[in-house]
C-alpha cells in the first residue's frame, strides 16, 4: 500500500517535472499552431477575395459586351454611363436636390428596387463634395452629374460604388436579417430626372 502510494507521489512529481520543463515548448508548439490556424484563415480569405473580384470583373465584362452597338461610357472610377434619353435643363452638382425615378436590378436585370410604381419620385441631396458623399450610393451620386433635368440614362456600378464587400442586408421585420445582394455585385440603375433644384447660396 505504502510502495503503491510511492510510487504514485513519484509518478506526480515526475509528470510536474517533466510539465514545467516542458512548458515554454508546449507553449510555443501551441502559439505555432495558433499562427497557422490564422495564416490558413487569412489564406482562405484571400482567395475568397481574389475570386469574388474576378468574377465581378467577369461579370462586368459579359455585360458590357452584350450591348454590343450600345453606346456606354466608362469612367475612371469604374461607372458605365449610358445615356438612353438626353435631357435639357439643369445639371445637378454637389449640394443640388434631385427628384427622380429609378429602378434597381442586377445584371440579369432582376429587379431589386423600384420607386417606378409610386406616386412621386424619390428626393436626394446630389454629393457635398468629392470625398463626402450625400444621400445617394456613390455610383448614383457620380452618375446623376453626368445627366440633364429631364433625361434618363442607365448605369453600371461596380460593387466599390455600390453595396460594397458586405452587400445589401434588410430586416426581415421578425428580428431577423435576409442579404439581396451579395457582397462583391455589379447592379444597374435606371435613372429618370425629374427636377433639379439648385443648392443654397447658388
Not at 515526475?14 to 510555443?28: A, G, L, P
Not at 462586368?60 to 452597338?69: F, H
Not at 445584371?107 to 468629392?130: C, E, H, M, T
Amino acid at each position: 500500500m505504502i510502495l503503491k502510494f510511492m510510487k504514485e507521489l513519484g509518478n506526480s512529481i515526475v509528470s510536474k517535472q517533466f510539465f514545467e520543463k516542458h512548458k515554454m515548448k508546449m507553449r510555443k508548439r501551441i502559439g505555432f499552431l495558433i499562427g497557422l490556424c490564422l495564416l490558413f484563415l487569412f489564406i482562405a480569405g484571400c482567395d475568397f477575395t481574389s475570386n469574388a473580384r474576378k468574377l465581378e470583373k467577369s461579370l462586368i465584362q459579359n455585360y458590357i459586351s452584350s450591348l454590343g452597338d450600345t453606346v456606354y461610357i466608362s469612367k475612371p472610377s469604374g461607372l458605365y454611363y449610358i445615356e438612353l434619353k438626353a435631357g435639357s435643363g439643369r445639371t445637378p452638382v454637389a449640394n443640388d436636390t434631385i427628384t427622380f425615378w429609378y429602378t434597381g436590378m442586377l445584371l440579369n436585370r432582376n429587379v431589386f428596387d423600384s420607386n417606378i410604381s409610386s406616386s412621386v419620385p424619390n428626393k436626394a441631396i446630389v454629393a457635398i463634395s468629392d470625398i463626402t458623399y450625400g444621400q445617394l450610393l456613390p455610383g448614383l451620386d457620380e452618375g446623376v452629374q453626368y445627366m440633364k433635368e429631364g433625361g434618363k440614362a442607365r448605369l453600371l456600378l461596380p460593387s466599390g460604388l455600390a453595396f460594397g464587400t458586405a452587400g445589401l442586408t434588410l430586416p426581415n421585420g421578425q428580428g431577423n436579417y435576409y442579404q439581396i445582394i451579395p457582397g462583391y455585385t455589379p447592379v444597374l440603375y435606371e435613372i429618370e430626372l425629374i427636377s433639379v433644384k439648385a443648392g443654397s447660396g447658388k
